[in-house]
């Protein structure tokens, strides 16, 4: 069996046992990118500067792709947007910090939807990702890079950022395992924000054991991330547990309704039995407020992100574009034109959405009725969470869709996160593992959502599903 394809838990046993060396597995995985990546197209760019490697020599020496919004210092880090390029950080972000002590190996930084906007991976400046179960088809965004290098086995593990599906609908549509811990429970610190009271990082792995080994080195408290939460860390590695007797899981009936995919539902559904038969609790439950996810979602959200990306304006760094015409006060002009040429559509559409919604006259019409309807969403889950232990719903209500299909039809492409966003809007932890494959091969990702800071409840559940089915052994197959 070719190195690349083990786990992280199976090449460091392998390591500690002397069998390979961590050079031999960065070996193999370059080679694998340099056989691979010119048709999955998941990295933009390979190494940290230009492929010096970081670490190698530590705990976990294992190869990892970096999503290109996080911060490696004096390395080009641009969220794949014309705006940030040349930009190259002073600093590491935190996750980055942690990576390089435990000895990761950064293999590249991923490709992603521009400052993460999207939910296709087709937006960037550097062009789309592609899906390796169908190069046809999208992998999901906006963490799409991350989640096809780690489903084509181009590297062990990656990071990705979550801000309303953006590591777990990828990881449903690459048949891989994507977690979104808990809002403060990774730092996010050195993030390039899209919207900061959503944005989570977390990790995209190949099976629910490497997820918590990976959640083990980037969790915890970090005074220069101010929402950072203060708790401690359970070693997530003891929660894989093959029991779920006596949990109690809620299914939402406002989750399986029209527009739902039959083949997803099926497959959710099946899953469902397993863990059934397996020993845990299975009642309905409802989340009434879910309908206004999607609109709350793209009122606080796009607000954010208006707010943060008004500093790109061509004077601190990034891009700066000179008019060929003057207009108005050269500096005015210079700004106007340094935004328009710097960001893409899908940036000036959210933009302009969150700046009308903060605008006078409608902030209390928009911006201040989405934060009523965020907290309503959150009690939801509070009641819920009195009677049960874990929510189970579909990942996504479809599979992957093809290349060029949504990117036209703003609405149908927001409509993907209808599943995952409720999480984000509330604080959740929330993870997607494969189980099942629809009739053209394509994977089918189930989410499991708990209490804030109950990860350990969500490796249980998915370890326990996990262990009783073969889902996450399939490969696909890039010739």
Not at 86 to 95: E, H, I, K, L, S
Not at 99 to 122: H, P, T
Not at 190 to 211: E, M
Not at 386 to 397: C, F, G
């Amino acid at each position: 069996m070719s190195l690349y394809t083990l786990t992280a838990h199976a090449l460091l046993d392998k390591i500690k046992s002397g069998q390979i060396s961590a050079a031999d597995v960065v070996a193999a995985f370059r080679k694998r990118i340099a056989d691979v990546d010119g048709k999955v197209k998941a990295l933009v760019r390979l190494g940290p500067d230009a492929g010096r490697d970081n670490g190698g020599s530590g705990l976990f020496p294992i190869p990892i792709a970096i999503k290109d919004n996080m911060c490696i210092r004096d390395v080009e880090t641009t969220c794949c947007s014309k705006i940030l390029k040349g930009f190259r950080p002073p600093y590491n972000a935190t996750v980055i910090e942690k990576i390089i002590e435990q000895g990761g190996v950064i293999l590249g930084q991923a490709n992603m939807d521009e400052f993460a906007f999207g939910s296709s991976c087709e937006t960037s400046c550097y062009g789309p990702t592609y899906n390796p179960w169908d190069l046809k088809r999208v992998p999901g965004g906006s963490s799409g890079g991350s989640a096809a290098s780690v489903a084509a086995d181009e590297v062990v593990w990656a990071l990705g950022s979550d801000t309303g599906g953006s590591i777990r609908q990828p990881a449903a549509f690459c048949g891989i395992v994507g977690l979104k811990p808990t809002y403060g429970r990774v730092s996010r610190y050195g993030l390039v924000a899209f919207a900061s009271s959503l944005d989570q990082i977390g990790p995209l792995t190949k099976d629910v054991h490497d997820c918590a080994l990976l959640m083990n080195i980037i969790s915890g408290y970090d005074r220069r991330d101010s929402t950072s939460v203060d708790v401690p860390v359970p070693d997530y590695t003891a929660s894989l547990i093959k029991d779920v007797k006596g949990l109690r899981i809620g299914i939402p009936k406002e989750c399986f309704i029209e527009g739902l995919n039959p083949e997803v539902e099926a497959s959710v559904r099946a899953a469902i039995e397993v863990l059934k038969k397996l020993g845990a609790l299975v009642v309905e439950i409802s989340l009434p407020h879910t309908k206004y996810a999607v609109a709350t979602y793209y009122i606080l959200a796009t607000a954010e992100a208006s707010s943060n990306l008004a500093r790109f304006d061509g004077v601190r760094h990034g891009l700066r574009a000179q008019p060929t015409t003057s207009r108005k006060a050269p500096i005015v002009d210079m700004f106007e034109e340094t935004r328009n040429q710097g960001f893409g559509a899908e940036a000036k559409r959210r933009i302009m959405l969150g700046t009308y919604s903060l605008s006078s006259g409608y902030y209390d019409a928009y911006y201040l009725k989405g934060q009523k309807a965020r907290t309503l969403i959150k009690n939801d889950f509070d009641k819920a969470f009195e009677s049960v232990d874990i929510i189970v719903t579909p990942t996504a209500p479809t599979t992957a869709f093809k290349v060029g299909e949504k990117i036209s039809d703003p609405l149908s492409m927001y409509l993907s996160d209808i599943y995952t966003i409720p999480a984000n809007l509330a604080g959740l932890p929330a993870m997607s593992l494969p189980c099942g494959f629809d009739q053209n091969g394509l994977p089918i990702g189930l989410q499991m959502v708990a209490k804030p800071f109950a990860e350990e409840t969500i490796f249980r559940a998915a370890y326990t599903y996990e262990q009783n089915t073969t889902w996450h052994t399939k490969k696909p197959v890039l010739n």
